[in-house]
């Protein structure tokens, strides 16, 4: 829960602050809201479907949080989205076969 969220995605932009996985769980990490991202850069939601990468693409590009991490809450569903792609990263499954082999198969 402490980790670095750019250990598993290396790919985002070093923050003057460490985004912590907790700090997804908790909407304390500073990112922008993907779906606001999404209209800024031109998608007409709720018509144009955007994929995890389209979110990861616009995460990439943003220099500056909104607030420091873990100081503040602030609901937004850009969390979800890296966190799903952290769960395939490190399970090497996709997150929708993950859910069904670790979650859903509870219910069975």
Not at 17 to 33: E, F, P, S
Request: aromatic share 10%.
């Amino acid at each position: 829960m402490n980790d670095d969220i750019r250990k598993y995605l290396p790919q985002l932009p070093q923050c003057k602050n460490k985004i912590q996985i907790k700090d997804l769980i908790y909407h304390t990490d500073g990112l922008r809201d993907q779906f606001d991202l999404l209209t800024f850069k031109g998608w007409n939601l709720p018509v144009d479907p955007s994929t995890n990468e389209d979110v990861l693409k616009l995460v990439e590009m943003q220099r500056e949080l909104n607030l420091t991490p873990g100081t503040e809450y602030l609901y937004k569903n850009t969390g979800y989205t890296l966190m799903a792609e952290i769960v395939e990263k490190v399970s090497g499954q996709s997150f929708p076969d993950y859910c069904k082999e670790k979650i859903l198969s509870l219910w069975e």
